[in-house]
Nanobody, 121 residues
Framework: VQLQASGGGLVQAGGSLRLSCGASGRALTWYTMAWFRQAPGKEREFVARIGWSTGVTLYADSVKGRFTISRDNAKNTLFLQMNSLKPEDTAVYYC???????????????WGQGTQVTVSS
């Protein structure tokens, strides 16, 4: 299943963005859905994950208290609400799914095109 992230853009530091992730009308059936990001010249890093049926969430320390991951099971859509954005949040953001409860990107499948988030200072 090909995932598609959207909602990125250019925002000033302190601003907010809401990212969405879907699968072209198909059901998201993984146990865990997550957001990752990759800044230029850096490795892909974990941002947040959510148990699709449980709603349990987990965040990277760098975004804890600023970002909120959520899902709409009926609309098969994953969200990432990003508040108090910082220039260091600038990256391409990706969504992905796995049947495990893990933050290891290598264990996630169906990476789609990401969405660019740029935070200006």
């Amino acid at each position: 299943v090909q995932l598609q992230a959207s909602g990125g853009g250019l925002v000033q530091a302190g601003g907010s963005l809401r990212l969405s992730c879907g699968a072209s009308g198909r059901a998201l059936t993984w146990y865990t859905m997550a957001w990752f990001r990759q800044a230029p010249g850096k490795e892909r890093e974990f941002v947040a994950r959510i148990g699709w049926s449980t709603g349990v969430t987990l965040y990277a320390d760098s975004v804890k208290g600023r970002f909120t991951i959520s899902r709409d099971n009926a609309k098969n859509t994953l969200f990432l609400q990003m508040n108090s954005l910082k220039p260091e949040d600038t990256a391409v953001y990706y969504c992905a799914g796995t049947d495990l409860w893990t933050a290891a990107s290598s264990l996630y499948a169906s990476w789609g095109q990401g969405t660019q988030v740029t935070v200006s200072s």
